[in-house]
Nanobody, 118 residues
Framework: QVQLAESGGGLVQPGGSLRLSCTASVTLFSSYTLGWYRQAPGKQRELVAEIPVFGSTNYLESVKDRFIVSRDNAKKTGALQMNGLKPEDTAVYYC????????????WGQGTQVTVSS
């Protein structure tokens, strides 16, 4: 089965940085779009950033100038470098991979908590 695991969350002060990592146990990792989502208490899960197999990356507007999404297909990993963190970035962050293979396939990690507080 497909397994995803996020790591790198934690507690940081406003203006600080964190780097989230996502490790995938899946065949043909490079065929999947890798995405990072987050969900804050009482709010809907939202797309933060994604990096597809082809094409450009896509960012939530509020993080576009601060976050960088990347992937290493050889290692089957993804990362989200988060700089200039703000309290409103506080959420559980999830790694996701998806692709269309006849039908859309989508898989989620368990999430990692990011808390930005002074």
């Amino acid at each position: 089965q497909v397994q995803l695991a996020e790591s790198g969350g934690g507690l940081v002060q406003p203006g600080g940085s964190l780097r989230l990592s996502c490790t995938a146990s899946v065949t043909l990792f490079s065929s999947y779009t890798l995405g990072w989502y987050r969900q804050a208490p009482g709010k809907q899960r939202e797309l933060v950033a994604e990096i597809p197999v082809f094409g450009s990356t896509n960012y939530l507007e509020s993080v576009k100038d601060r976050f960088i999404v990347s992937r290493d297909n050889a290692k089957k990993t993804g990362a989200l470098q988060m700089n200039g963190l703000k309290p409103e970035d506080t959420a559980v962050y999830y790694c996701n991979i998806k692709r269309r293979a006849g039908t859309t396939q989508s898989y989620w990690g368990q999430g990692t908590q990011v808390t930005v507080s002074s």
